[in-house]
């Protein structure tokens, strides 16, 4: 039986359009829980961004030494010599992808923040009076 909902609209994504003491309480418990996890996962997630480079160089040391042993084993196939090509495409391009990815992060910073105090640091020139005349120049 479906039950209609009388004007009233959903507040959040929650789902239910009227709460209650234990959704509340429901609520509640999972944001403190998330807020627990988040102490270990962030530490965690900033070893593993440390840790990505020396990984990806590693795999590329390892794709390299294994070579010669893999078209020998496979007979100087062209699948095989295909299959490395686009294995050693791979982790350069992964590699590409993390060095982006830093450069975006400290340009982006450097953007929004800049680097100190002075004219090169963004909206040193905001006007409260005038609103934002954030001119360029």
């Known amino acids: 039986k479906q039950k209609l909902t009388q004007g009233q609209v959903y507040t959040d994504y929650g789902g239910q359009v009227g709460g209650s003491v234990m959704n509340d309480f429901t609520r509640l418990t999972a944001t403190v829980g998330q807020a627990a ?7 965690a997630m900033d070893s593993v961004r440390q840790a990505a480079p020396m990984v990806m160089a590693f795999l590329k040391m390892a794709l390299i030494i294994c070579i010669p042993f893999v078209l020998v084993f496979g007979m ?17 391009f992964v590699d590409f992808w993390f060095q982006l990815a ?36």
């Open 102 to 137: 830093r450069w975006v992060d400290s340009t982006i910073l450097d953007a929004l923040y800049g680097n100190g105090i002075g004219s090169d640091v963004p909206h040193s020139n905001f006007d409260p009076v005038f609103g934002a005349s954030n001119a360029q120049g």
């Open 76 to 92: 100087f196939d062209l699948k095989v010599v295909m299959t490395i090509t686009f294995a050693e495409f791979a982790l350069i």
């Open 37 to 43: 996890g988040s102490l270990a996962m962030y530490p």
